[in-house]
Each structure stands twice: as C-alpha cells, then as structure tokens.
C-alpha cells in the first residue's frame, strides 16, 4: 500500500475457502510489518473482511495472510482461500507529512545550492532545479503513484547532510587543494599514499572493516593523484609481441584443465552441448532463440555445434567455444582503445583482462556471455576506425559493414547482448562528437551500418513467441518483483547501485559458478589503477570519455535485475574497467626512467593474485565447485525453465 504516510487504513477483502464437507473452516492468519493484525475465519461463501492496519512512512506497507493448505478430493493441487476484490480507504482525511514529502520537497533547494555552489551555468541550473519540483509536484497530485516509483527515504531529517555538506563545501575544497598543493611538493607522501591505499585494499580482501579500509584507500589515492603525469609515453617495449605473449597468456589460463574446473557440468551446460548435438545431428533444427530449454539466442549453439559434433562430446569440448572466445576478448579491448588511449595503455589493459579471474570464471563454462563481449569491442573498434572522416576507399565501407554484422551478431549470444546496438551507438557519438563536418562526410558509412545491422538482427525482432523471447528479461527484472516485504521498484535500483559499487573493491558475487563468492571482483592492483584511470579518463572526457559511458551503459542488465552484485549481466562493465586501469598505472608509470619498472611489477602481482584466486581458492573452495557438482533441483539465477538434468564429469547428460 501507498500514499498512505504513516495514516491507518482500512482495508476490505472479499474472500471465501469452500471446504468439503465435515472438514473445518478454513482459518487466515493476517499479518503486517509490525506482527500480527488477527486471525479470522474464513466462510465456505463470499463475505467481505476488514481490517485496520497501520502504515508506514518510510518503507512499504504490506499485509500477508496464511491457511492450512487444502486438498480437494478431485484436485492435486494445495488450495487456500480465494480473493475476488481488494478495496483500500484512509481513515483520516488529511494525512501528515511524511519522510517522503519533506525529502522531496527539499530537493529543489538541494539542487539550486549544489549548482550554485558548483557555478552551473544559470540555463543548467533552471533546469536542473526544475526537474528536482517533478517529484514533489508528484507527491501533491498523485500520492499513491509517486510513493510507488520514488525510493523509500528512512530518515526525516537526511536533507540536512546534503545542505550541510554543501554550505562547508567551498571550505572543503580550499582545505583539499592545500593538501594538494603540500603533497605534490612532497613526492614521497604521494607514494606513501599509494602503499595505503593498495594495503587497504589487501586488507579488506583479508576482512578488515570496511567502513575504516575504504576511506583510506580514497584518501590514498587522493594523495597520489600528483604523481600521475599529463602526457603518455611511448612504449619500450615490442607491443606486437607483447599481444602475442598476452593471447598466449589467456589461451592457457583458459583451456588447461578445462575439463577438470570447473569439476563437472552444469545442467545447463550439459543443455547446451545437447543442442548444439541436436543442431549437427538434424538438418531440420535451425532454432533463431531457444526459449523452452536454453532460454538464449541459439547463436553459441551453432559455433558449439561442429566443435562437439567433430570432436565429442566431452567436457571441454563443450567449453572450448566460450574459453577461446574469452581468450580473445583481451585482444578485442587492445583492437579497439589503441586508437583511443594510446598503444601501451591498450596493451596493459589487455594484460590485465587477459588473466583477470572474473573474466576466467565467464570463460571456462559453456555460456555465451564472454561471445557477447569480444563481439562488441570488435565491432567497436571496426567502427572507429572506419568513421574516421580523414580515410577513403573501400577499406572502410568494410570496417563499417563488418562492425555493424558483428554487433548485429551479439544481439544473438545473451541477454545482454541486446545493449550491442546502444554500445555502438555511443562509440559512434563519440567518434563524431558535436563535428556537423564529420556527420556530414560519414552519414552513408553510417547509413550502410545501420542497413546491415538492421538485416542481422531481423529474425530475431520478428521472432514469432515475444513472450518466450522476452521471459527470462522479464522474470528477473526489478519492475516484477515476487518480495512479500517490499516492492518499490526504485529501492531496489538504489540497492543495486550501491552493490555494484562495492563489488570492485569489497563484495562482489556470492553465486560461487559465477565468481569466488563474496570476493572483490577484481585484485587489489586493478582495484587501485582503476581509481586513479576514473580520475584520467574524466580529466580527457572529450577524447575518452567513450570509456566512461559504455562503463556506465554495461551497469544496466545488473543495476535493473535482482541478485546484484551479478557477474554475468555485469561482465561487460570489466573490460572497461581494466581499459581504465590500464590508463591509471600507465600514467603512473610515466615520467622518471624507474617508473617504467612499476608496468613490470604491477602486472605480476595482478597476475599472482588472480591465478590465486582462481585456480588456488576456487579449485578448493566447496561454494565453488559444490555449486556444479551438486546440480541442485529447481530454478537457479540464470537456468531456464526445464526439468531436471543429472550431469557428470566425464560426458553430457540426457534430460
């Protein structure tokens, strides 16, 4: 219930539990958010039950009712009772003001002092300002919509932080710039600051507090931000073998052992080499989506399909697919930022791509998620470099043509893959900016894309069961929530933000198929370079800021479903990251000639600690590989609706 702030309700329930003859009547058990409201007995016919029930200000308000659950002699199903009508009045004409009416209500003037503060331009600030009135006005004329689609504010008085902090923040400023100032004098301090800031972060991998480990690391990379240097120097040593040492690298972290860890199929791996089986073996299956047993486009079915069929079906042949294409992904990221932060960030952050374990635990099982991603920054770079206004000739009619295909084919991988046409789109507005020169000489290179892409991802626009195709979406979307406790749609957004925000440095997945569960997402080393290339690429948001936005865009299949933080509809945000981390210890490593040893070091912690991670902790770990060789019965996070699968190690299954 909604709208009601803090006043009681009377609610009315039309509602009837028939019972066979000779059996008691039915009795509900109602209760709210403090307990229990009564207990009643429900009639055999319809009646009409009320009750008054107190409401809340700050969270949802919820009434839930239970009965013994009962058997019909010509029915196999538990029944309990039967509603037909639900009708809601408040007992009081004028209601009070809640948390959500004061915190709304304030927001204008949040706004307005946050924009003065920052010297918005007065247009910026307007609107801006007039925005914020939306929610208010909202609160005023439609109550119980707006406290439906607001997030839940708990605590009346939480405007004053903001203010406070808005009123000191000029003094805040001046005192961070003085420290500034002191520390950039200082080198030593900065990378004192820097052994803090990593420390911590190894010390919140071991346990520590978090509210007392994470405001040193901030403070320590705050302080080492003047040791990160204005231009890129060029690399001294070889890129090109370099990438080769690198794919090398990824191969092997990828494919050895890879039918032993992890230690057995999952059911729906097992699935998915059955079909790809079903694909090689009958000329007459040629599935676009397959919504009853994989639930996923088919198009990870089809690259599996000659790879089993040629060399059976065995554990790692059904992997091999989704391992390679995980081992080209860090290749793919170098392909499409060299052109944009630079060869020797480029290379580092394919390093740190190429053995990051999260990106591991994604490649070594049968899933399409890693096939998503190396398809799209592919095509990514294809597309700008074939959007570069300076080249002619028929080279980049093909860049254009070949970057729209392959992100037209990563629509067909997961889930997420349906983000591939935003993603290009964003590289294509950075890649032209506000230059009307440029639009003007690539609108038919844009056009032709636009064509091709359309062709591609046609069969599955029109795929005739758009519920089947759009289930697994809707099934674990936040707008459809199945809590008993709560269900604004927004609370769990604001959730979910805060969850994948901590996911890099404190508390990542708990699915141990996923991820070494509760672990940080990436190492301590990525986990700090990766703040200090925030800080670079939003000081070069005008030629990098493409590194930011698709960040930020692969953040929505986690953020908009439920148990966040999820490493697999949040896989596409790591490359980005370790494109920005990359930026971070490359800027770092730049300057004084012993600096460049800091490249050498850096990559050889990350790399200790993610083989550590994984082929140590998750190899022993029995969250990890209980998870696959339990195959527990029932739904999973990312299984498809379908019956039970028994697997084993040494083949696929039948279902």
């Not at 008054?52 to 700050?58: A, C, G, K, R, S």
């Not at 097992?270 to 299956?285: C, K, N, T, V, Y």
């Not at 390093?351 to 591991?360: I, M, N, T």
Request: glycine fraction near 8%; charged fraction near 15%; hydrophobic fraction near 55%.
């Amino acid at each position: 219930m909604y709208g009601y702030r803090g006043v009681p309700a009377l609610v009315e329930l039309r509602l009837a539990a028939p019972r066979a003859p000779g059996m008691p009547p039915a009795q509900a058990v109602f209760t709210d958010h403090e307990g229990l409201l009564a207990v009643a007995t429900i009639a055999g016919y319809w009646r009409r039950y009320r009750l008054i029930v107190p409401t809340t200000t700050t969270t949802d308000t919820v009434v839930r009712w239970t009965t013994d659950p009962y058997v019909s002699t010509r029915d196999v199903r538990e029944l309990g009772l039967a509603l037909s009508g639900v009708k809601l009045l408040a007992l009081v004409g004028q209601p009070p003001l809640s948390n959500q009416t004061v915190a709304w209500g304030t927001l204008p003037l949040l706004v307005w002092m946050a924009a003065t503060v920052w010297r918005w331009p007065d247009r910026w600030r307007i609107a801006a300002t007039g925005l914020a009135v939306i929610p208010a006005l909202g609160l005023a004329l439609f109550p119980v919509a707006a406290e439906y689609w607001l997030p839940s504010m708990p605590w009346l008085w939480w405007p004053v932080l903001p203010a406070l902090a808005l009123v000191i923040w000029p003094e805040l400023a001046a005192g961070w710039r003085s420290v500034a100032q002191w520390a950039a004098a200082r080198p030593i301090v900065g990378w004192m600051g820097l052994v803090v800031a990593l420390a911590s972060l190894f010390a919140l991998r071991a346990g520590a507090l978090a509210w007392i480990a994470l405001p040193l690391v901030f403070g320590g990379v705050g302080l080492a931000w003047p040791l990160i240097t204005d231009s890129e120097e060029r690399s001294i040593w070889p890129i090109d073998h370099l990438l080769v040492a690198i794919t090398g690298v990824a191969l092997l972290t990828r494919l050895v052992a890879l039918d032993q860890m992890p230690v057995a199929l999952w059911r729906d791996e097992a699935r998915h080499g059955l079909l790809a089986l079903r694909i090689w073996s009958e000329p007459d299956f040629r599935p676009i989506y397959v919504p009853v047993v994989a639930d996923l486009p088919a198009l990870l079915f089809y690259l599996m399909a000659p790879v089993v069929g040629i060399l059976g079906p065995h554990v790692w042949s059904v992997r091999l697919v989704s391992a390679v294409a995980g081992a080209l992904t860090p290749l793919a990221l170098y392909w499409f930022v060299a052109p944009i932060i630079g060869r020797r960030t480029a290379v580092l952050s394919a390093a740190l791509l190429a053995w990051s374990s999260w990106s591991l635990s994604m490649s070594r099982w049968a899933f399409p998620a890693t096939l998503d991603h190396v398809l799209v920054l592919t095509a990514a770079g294809l597309l700008w470099r074939g959007l570069d206004p300076n080249r002619r000739g028929w080279w980049v009619w093909c860049s254009v043509a070949l970057a729209a295909l392959l992100g037209g084919l990563a629509v067909y991988t997961y889930h997420t893959g349906r983000l591939a046409p935003l993603a290009l789109a964003v590289v294509v507005l950075f890649r032209l900016s506000r230059d009307r020169e440029r639009w003007r000489l690539t609108w038919s290179r844009l056009a032709l894309a636009a064509l091709i892409g359309a062709i591609v991802v046609m069969p599955l626009v029109w795929y005739p069961d758009s519920f089947g195709f759009n289930r697994r979406v809707g099934s674990v979307s936040i707008f459809q929530a199945n809590s008993l406790n709560r269900h604004r749609p927004l609370d769990f957004l604001a959730e979910n933000i805060v969850a994948h925000g901590l996911m890099w440095h404190i508390q990542g997945e708990s699915n141990g198929r996923h991820h070494l569960p509760s672990a940080p997402m990436v190492d301590p080393v990525v986990g700090l370079f990766l703040l200090l290339g925030i800080g670079v690429a939003w000081r070069a948001r005008s030629t990098a800021g493409v590194l930011l936005a698709l960040w930020l865009l692969y953040y929505i299949p986690g953020l908009l479903s439920f148990n966040a933080p999820h490493a697999m509809r949040s896989l596409g945000t790591l490359a980005p990251a370790c494109a920005l981390a990359g930026w971070g210890l490359s800027r770092l490593a730049s300057g004084a000639q012993w600096r460049r040893w800091l490249i050498p070091a850096a990559l050889a912690g990350s790399l200790a600690v993610n083989l550590w991670v994984y082929f140590g902790l998750m190899w022993h770990d029995p969250r990890g590989y209980g998870e696959f060789v339990s195959n527990r019965d029932g739904h999973d996070a990312d299984c498809a609706e379908c019956g039970d699968t028994t697997t084993t190690s040494t083949g696929l299954s039948t279902t």
